[in-house]
Nanobody, 121 residues
Framework: QVQLVESGGGSVQAGGSLRLSCVASRDTYCMGWFRQVPGKEREGVARIYREGGATFYADSVKGRFTISQDNAKNTVYLQMNSLKAEDAAMYYC?????????????????WGQGTQVTVSS
């Protein structure tokens, strides 16, 4: 079992930046971020693998968002730059403890409670 706690959400103007953090209660195999807007399907944003640090991004955020990790702190970050109105959503941290990394398929074994990101134009 693992608990995930997100922080860093808030309100920002379009073009601005935010950094989300997700602290896991133990080490994981992979971690990532999803987002969801009411009435729409959950969207995978980015994921990272603990060993090796491989990263993957949704096309909609490539070049603007960066996922990174601090393994010593079991923490994953999502640096979001050049935010757009369409980035506004509830952002959820997700993790799997062992392979396969189900985040690839939009699923995960463990989820955080979410942190809201609001972008005003």
């Amino acid at each position: 079992q693992v608990q995930l706690v997100e922080s860093g959400g808030g309100s920002v103007q379009a073009g601005g930046s935010l950094r989300l953090s997700c602290v896991a209660s133990r080490d994981t195999y992979c971690m990532g971020w999803f987002r969801q807007v009411p009435g729409k399907e959950r969207e995978g944003v980015a994921r990272i693998y603990r060993e090796g640090g491989a990263t993957f991004y949704a096309d909609s955020v490539k070049g603007r968002f960066t996922i990174s990790q601090d393994n010593a702190k079991n923490t994953v970050y999502l640096q979001m730059n050049s935010l757009k109105a369409e980035d506004a959503a509830m952002y959820y941290c997700a993790a799997d403890l062992t392979r396969p990394c189900r985040l690839v398929d939009g699923r995960a074994g463990y989820w955080g409670q979410g942190t809201q990101v609001t972008v005003s134009s």
